[in-house]
């Protein structure tokens, strides 16, 4: 099913003030339960995470692995030149850490989108144990397997993020920026090439539309606001370790996008708060059940994960805008 401009831009304009609403909400229910603060801090961190990985995934129909290496780039990188290198500002590393993870996904896209489909996931897959590995053995720069503690929080102008309250205000500000400016890109000629790319290559290339040049910006942009969620997991949690870049991870993001629905920039906003909240009542459920919670998480995104592809194989949100939107004298495509 396509939608004009005119009924994207609404839906678009509906959401920001649905999110809006729902963020202040929760934190006028919870602002002064620490832990539920905790796992909306987490939801709009992922949401970055998934926005970022959704552009490419969604809307280039490329399946991407590599967030996760990504992720932990930018974890890693603020925490080394808050802590252990330079000690620089928080937000100056955090920017010169995208700014590099940008450059290290501009400087691998080459030979990777020289790649289609399977081989393409599989090499972008490798790019996150690589990064683990990596992490793992220079012991002496990224503290191995022990990670990095101590890392400086987040402050502006002697005003520290160091609470939960605090930095739940800043995260959904910047969350709220973050799909904004995905907003306004796949509205652009870059976002509009990048959805043909994804229709169909051939036929994008035949009109006259550089498939590798567009893929590979989209490339980019989506490394650098991966590294950006990555350095705001790091002086959030002040710890990292190199786990953050197991493919789990990156696993764990496209089911939030395939339950969201790709074919929209507010799939990673529903599905990072689905799968948060789910994971987060698992832990505390199954253990009484004598299970533990670990192994059967997995089990029960697999679950979930069918259960959308059956009933609702667009996702969630393409289904509630269907029925909202019902298309007049068309046929589904």
């Not at 990224?142 to 987040?154: E, V, Y």
């Not at 370790?241 to 906003?269: F, H």
């Amino acid at each position: 099913m396509k939608y004009n401009s005119g009924i994207r831009a609404r839906t678009n304009q509906i959401g920001i003030v649905s999110l809006i609403i729902c963020v202040g909400l929760y934190l006028t229910l919870f602002g002064k339960n620490a832990y539920l603060l905790s796992i909306g801090n987490f939801i709009a961190i992922y949401s970055i995470f998934a926005v970022a990985t959704g552009y490419l995934f969604g809307y280039g129909r490329q399946i991407v692995l590599s967030g996760a290496g990504f992720y932990a780039i930018g974890a890693y990188g603020s925490a080394l030149l808050t802590t252990k290198l330079v000690q620089l500002n928080p937000w100056l590393s955090m920017a010169l850490t995208a700014i590099g993870t940008g450059l290290i996904a501009f400087i691998i896209s080459f030979p990777v989108f020289k790649l289609k489909h399977l081989f393409f996931a599989m090499v972008t897959m490798v790019f996150g144990f690589v990064t683990l590995d990596l992490l793992r053995q220079v012991r002496g720069v990224t503290g191995g397997l022990a990670g990095i503690p101590g890392i400086t929080p987040l402050s502006i102008a002697g005003f520290a993020f160091n609470t939960e309250l605090r930095f739940y205000c800043l995260i959904w500000g910047v969350a709220l920026i973050v799909l904004i400016i995905f907003m306004n890109i796949i509205d652009s000629k870059e976002g509009r090439a990048l959805r043909a790319i994804g229709s169909d290559e051939i036929a994008a290339e035949a009109s006259g539309v550089d498939a590798t040049k567009y893929l590979v910006r989209a490339f980019v942009i989506s490394a650098f606001f991966i590294s950006i969620a990555g350095s705001f997991y790091a002086h959030y949690v002040r710890y990292v370790d190199p786990y953050l870049s197991v493919l789990d991870v990156a696993v764990l993001v496209i089911i939030m996008l395939v339950i969201g629905g790709t074919e929209t920039v507010w799939s990673g906003v529903v599905g990072a708060a689905i799968i948060v909240f789910l994971s987060e009542g698992l832990r505390e459920v199954v253990p009484f059940l004598g299970l533990v919670a670990g192994p059967y998480e997995k089990i029960f995104y697999g679950l979930l994960l069918i259960l959308v592809i059956i009933f609702a194989p667009r996702g969630l949100l393409p289904s509630i805008r269907k029925f909202l939107y019902p298309p007049k004298g068309t046929e589904l495509k």
